[in-house]
């Protein structure tokens, strides 16, 4: 029998999906990219695998990450979903959060739509209290009018969302076995988000149920097409990796996998390089991606809006925005846009020659001299920068401005876009961004990277090795974990350290059994514990982390200190735990050694390129595989994937596994 030696990590972005392998006994390394097929993403997947010379057969294990969920969930390419509540409460959608999205603008719409019509929503007579009591039991009769009521609809897909089930799931889980061969997919609110607040539980009900059929149809032909059993696995949201078993379940989970990975990545960069405050900055074809990691542990957040609707569930505070390298630039009456609109892989920028012909920002990285004219993007892409020119042209026109003066313009205001995402993750949370270090990786972070710096103030840049494929590494290094989270509302001031503590082993079990299913040992797996707490009269939760057995008094002093430091005050008021959640997890133990690029080593060389107004410069072209010592700008790092730009006042040095530190250089 032939042994299986390849563990690979693969990201399915908008543009290009990126794989990397690494060679078990040897640590060999080898990286690629691939135009991402929209339709066919498992074609895209197999054909990467050809791409670093491994067969299907040489895999060990293959995890990736995607976007193919996000996407549909947020361009609404969705199959027909119900939704089934407790009477009364069938219009919790409809009614979602009195709040409008644009406050002062009457034109448009305040809220969105709801994810299921009122049409497909069906009240059920049951009713609980919030402690799980049953004030109205639910009766077979109603579930016989459900059952009638569904195939008259004919749905492929039920989220079954009743009051209170996350305190007691007996009507959720009766409903859910009667429906079993009535509907092809069925999913249950308390093993979605098992967490008070209706509307926000209902969304992201619906939302898995929404995405259920398109994640089974895909993860079933993955599994078919590369049958490799348990090491066949999925990244999540959370920032690990989960068995394709439970994701068929739980397709939420697989929401912003792909910028989860390149997170998960940066913060196992930061504890190994000891940076303690480090701002992820990923930008890829699509999106720009920026995250905060602080001591070496990235930001968490358990809600976030997907097409205008919430959802909710624990996962990593990754924060984008419309502006990625193939993102359409306009000329309107405000002046030069960047996006949200892309150009995506296919027909993909003009400089691609692949039929586009609509500017965008790697169009004026082209035009400005950033990319390699000679070079072929996964042997089948080839630049074309007169194409680039041509599409920037009427702009510059509108604008009486050159080309390169254009160009410029269109960089700079996608820069000032990334630099306001990185306030998103810095200052709205207390946190000063200029004292941190800037991970730029994705096909087009390190090109803008200096200039992001130079617009909000930091100081270094790292550019880690395989910084293309660097959400693709970040799949294969991860932990491989599972993360369950349930409401408590528990009172510090009367806690009932029994009930806690069973309702934690409770939360425990459930966390670790998809990873003993996965032939992990009890023993190799590591316990999280987080007490998401808040003040008694407060409404939102800050997380704490917390050992068992727990010391009441350590937590509420922890809980203080926290507070204190994010709001600038505590209180002697009684502290509720409102949830808790546990992360199941085995560390990974993936080594990583700098990647074969595949190419042959480039002579150093010169081209003029465009770094202020003041027109070109002749600029250094040094080859990345074979930089050994520091290099001051102008200059640009090439090698078969990625491009990084130093400018003038800027320096590059390499370390020994071919991560990339930039500085500014002495006057």
């Not at 092809?184 to 619906?206: F, G, K, Q």
């Not at 586009?356 to 035009?367: Q, W």
């Not at 700008?633 to 071919?658: K, Y």
């Amino acid at each position: 029998m032939k042994t299986r030696l390849w563990d690979i990590g693969t990201d399915i972005g908008g543009t290009f999906t990126d794989i990397i392998a690494v060679r078990s006994d040897t640590n060999e390394t080898r990286i690629a990219k691939v135009p991402s097929r929209p339709d066919a993403p498992v074609t895209a997947m197999l054909e990467a695998l050809a791409a670093v010379r491994v067969g299907p057969d040489d895999v060990r294990r293959f995890v990736h990450g995607t976007t193919r969920v996000t996407n549909a969930l947020v361009e609404e390419r969705l199959p027909k979903v119900a939704l089934v509540a407790t009477a009364g409460f069938e219009d919790v959608l409809e009614i979602a959060r009195y709040r409008r999205e644009e406050l002062y603008r009457l034109d448009v719409p305040p809220k969105a739509a709801p994810l299921v019509p009122a049409s497909l929503c069906f009240g059920v007579k049951e009713r609980l209290d919030h402690r799980g009591e049953v004030i109205e039991p639910l009766a077979d009769a109603e579930i016989d009018r459900l059952i009638a009521w569904l195939e008259a609809h004919a749905v492929e897909s039920v989220a079954v969302c009743l009051l209170h089930s996350y305190a007691n799931p007996a009507h959720e889980k009766r409903i859910a076995e009667r429906l079993a061969g009535v509907v092809p997919h069925v999913c249950v609110s308390h093993e979605i988000n098992p967490e008070a607040r209706e509307y926000e539980r209902a969304s992201s009900t619906a939302f898995n149920a929404a995405a259920m059929p398109i994640a089974v149809e895909y993860l079933t032909e993955l599994e078919q097409r590369l049958p490799l059993g348990a090491g066949l696995q999925v990244f999540h949201s959370a920032g690990a990796m989960v068995p394709v078993p439970a994701v068929k379940r739980r397709p939420l989970v697989m929401a912003m996998s792909g910028p989860a990975a390149g997170v998960s990545a940066s913060a196992r960069i930061a504890r190994d390089l000891q940076r303690p405050r480090v701002l992820t900055f990923d930008m890829g074809g699509t999106t720009t991606d920026v995250c905060l990691i602080v001591d070496g542990v990235a930001e968490m957040t358990d809600t976030r809006m997907m097409g205008g609707r919430p959802l909710r569930q624990p996962m990593l505070a990754v924060h984008s925005i419309g502006a990625g390298g193939g993102s359409i630039v306009d000329l309107g009456p405000g002046g030069l846009t960047v996006g949200p609109k892309s150009a995506g892989s296919v027909p993909g920028p003009a400089c691609y020659g692949r039929g586009g012909d609509r500017p965008t920002i790697t169009d004026a990285n082209a035009v400005l001299g950033y990319l390699d004219p000679e070079a072929r993007l996964g042997d089948t892409i080839s630049l074309d920068v007169e194409a680039a020119r041509r599409v920037i042209a009427p702009i510059a026109r509108q604008l009486d401005l050159g080309l390169a003066e254009t160009a410029l313009g269109i960089v700079k205001v996608a820069g000032a876009a990334m630099a306001r995402a990185l306030r998103r993750v810095t200052v709205e949370r207390g946190v000063d961004g200029r004292d941190c270090t800037l991970l730029a990786f994705g096909g087009g972070g390190p090109m803008h990277a200096a200039g992001l710096a130079d617009i909000y103030g930091l100081s270094e840049i790292i550019v880690p090795a395989a910084s293309s494929a660097f959400s693709a590494l970040g799949c294969l290094t991860a932990d491989f974990s599972f993360l369950q989270q349930r409401t408590v509302r528990m009172s510090l001031a009367d806690f009932p350290h029994e009930a806690f503590a069973a309702r934690v082993a409770e939360l425990s079990a459930e966390a670790t059994a998809p990873l003993i299913a996965n032939g992990i040992a009890p023993a190799d797996i590591a316990i999280e514990h987080v007490a998401l707490m808040r003040y008694a009269a407060q409404s939102d939760s800050i997380p704490i982390g917390f050992a068992m057995p727990l010391d009441r008094g350590v937590l509420e002093a922890d809980f203080h200190r926290r507070h204190q430091d994010l709001f600038g005050y505590a209180t002697s008021e009684d502290c509720v735990i409102e949830s808790v959640r546990i992360q199941a997890l085995k560390p990974s133990s993936v080594p990583f050694s700098r990647p074969d690029v595949g190419r042959a080593p480039v002579q150093p060389r010169q081209r003029d390129c465009v770094f202020e107004a003041s027109g070109p410069v002749a600029t250094a072209i040094v080859a990345r595989e074979t930089l050994a010592g520091a290099v001051t700008g102008p200059a640009i790092i090439e090698d078969a994937w990625s491009t990084v730009v130093v400018p003038p006042g800027w320096q590059a040095r390499p370390d020994a596994l071919g991560n990339l530190f930039m500085t500014r250089s002495a006057a």
